[in-house]
């Protein structure tokens, strides 16, 4: 089951440690350590093995992959003398990206679109792939401003064909992506395929996608820790989380406009899990010297039997691309089983790797585990 992997934001850091990741494991260099997929409940499922995965993507920026590659191990994120040794795989991956088409950021989103299409179509049809996953790892985009052409397929066709540009970029690549018959994954908080328009697309096609932005860091943590508050009737007071990122994330977040949507997904679980909001907040900073690192820590506050109060803190430190890329080889194998065993529109078993899981309200890792190993199983013994 030769599968694509079309990365949106492909010479970025996530992406770029996911094309790594893929070739070491091929070669037999690495273990699989933080595939879940890898896991012994999906050993018997037809997945697409590592060696089946082939890379491809766009993006804006032009350093190769091999370049980007040094960079990501001189920061110790990949090991030293990998990406030499990789070197050959690296740059045929490189030879698949695509430079974004003119409309994309600006200008006539009806040719970007057109274009974008064509280079998906022409990856799986040059490269002679069962399917493609198109996975958006790119910088995280501002909430959609409302457009009537979100509304339905037929409003968001007539809006492209009057010229307008009703589309967040995340929006546009995910119409792409459903239009060329792929399946779609927002790994980002961005809007993405999130759009009823792009619903309506999607089951048109019979195409399955998934989002929104992947669960790799403190919000992982309070996924296992707020359910123990939870179910030991314990009441939360307050849960105040403050993050220092370095890198391109924490650049792009350092946009107040960007920062919201990021914000809003991480302040989903807590609410969910425990009834309600609680008082605190989630607070993201810029440090460029933590560089492809990132920090989380976190302050609860909670009361016990006879109002006694007392407190728990955490602090999280990790490589977010480490974290993320074995989750993106995870999303694009499943995603492939899901369009194999004829999923439709979204795909709500995928929440335990999302902050704001499309389709679904469970928000506690462990029920959410549960629900994922259930689906995959069904779905690869139905195919």
Known sequence: MRTGIWLVGARGSVATTTVVGAAALRAGLVPATGCVSALEPFYEVPLPGFDDLVFGGHDVVDTDLVKR?????EAGVVPHGLPGVLGTELAAADAEIRPAPPGTE?????????ALTADLTGFRERLGLDRVVVVNVSSTQPPAVPHPGHASLSALRDALARGERP??????YAYAA?????????????TGARLPALDELAREQGLPYAGSDGKTGETLVKSVLAPMFARRALRVRSWSGTNLLGGGDGATLADPQRVVSKSESKGLVLEAVLGGPVEGGVHIHHVPDLGEWKTAWDHVTF?????????????WQGCDSSLAAPLVLDLARFMA?????????????????????????????????TTLVHWVQTAGAAT
């Open 167 to 172: 589309l967040p970029v995340s929006s546009l």
């Open 106 to 114: 600006t200008g006539d989103q009806s040719a970007a679109a057109e």
């Open 303 to 315: 009361e016990g039997f006879l109002g006694a109060r007392m407190s728990l803190q955490f602090t």
């Open 69 to 73: 590659a040094e960079q990501l191990a």
């Open 178 to 190: 459903l239009r060329a018959g792929c399946a779609y994954v927002d790994f980002t908080p961005s």
């Open 337 to 369: 089983l899901a369009h194999r065993s004829g999923a439709v529109g979204p795909v709500p078993e995928l929440g335990f790797f999302f902050k704001d899981p499309v389709a679904a309200t469970e928000h506690d890792l462990a029920a959410q585990y």
